[in-house]
């Protein structure tokens, strides 16, 4: 027992602190670069253990385009 916590909370606690930090430092991250302000100031204020963070950054990501060449054409500039 850890002061007057049990220590199975105390490790779940810890647990979950991990667990949630990585994520909402992307999330904040993000949301920074894209100026969000309001979800930059919803993952700072609220705990979700990383469920919001998650879904902003899944809805919120990008596919990187691949460069397409087109063989038909000759290339300019030349």
């Known amino acids: ?31 920074a670069h894209r100026g969000d302000k309001w979800w930059f100031v919803v993952f700072l204020v609220v705990n979700t253990a990383g469920i919001f963070e998650i879904l902003y950054l899944l809805v919120t990501r990008t ?9 038909s054409e000759p290339p300019t500039g030349i």
């Open 1 to 31: 027992m850890i002061g007057d916590i049990p220590e199975t909370i105390f490790i779940l606690a810890l647990v979950l602190a991990i667990w949630t930090l990585p994520w909402k430092g992307f999330a904040l991250w993000r949301a």
């Open 63 to 71: 596919k990187k385009q691949k460069k397409s060449i087109n063989v």
